[in-house]
């Protein structure tokens, strides 16, 4: 008698096969996480050179370029950027706390992040 093979059984190998594919493409998320930096802003900077964009540190993390002056950075454009820089002055001068989201971090923890680190800028808020 000759054996019928299903379609839905996979043959020898494939789920050796299968099991490193849904290893690899679950663990790629990983790769960027979003982290959430939350305090008071200790720096706001603007660098210039060809490189000009919107620097903070909040609380102890390292100085993050938050977005682009000259061009869209990620999702991020010249106008929502100068709108975090307003954003970013008014938490300053009046010692507030701030909230934004970075979506493309490679850890979870703020300030885990590498210095000059270009983020995907996502939310930014000024807090009481």
Known sequence: MRKVRSAFVPAAGTARWVTAFIA???AAPGLADTAVCNGKLTTVGN??????????????????????????QFTVTVDDCKH?????????????????????????????????????TRYFSVNK
């Open 24 to 26: 690899i493409f679950a």
């Open 47 to 72: 660098h210039a050179n060809g490189i000009n964009g919107l620097y903070v540190v909040v609380g102890d993390s390292n100085i993050i370029r938050v977005c682009n002056f000259a061009a869209t």
């Open 84 to 120: 975090m820089a307003s954003l970013a002055a008014l938490a300053f001068a009046t010692e507030a706390s701030v909230t934004f989201y970075i979506d493309n971090a490679p850890s979870t923890v703020c300030s885990a992040i590498p210095g000059w680190f270009v983020a995907n």
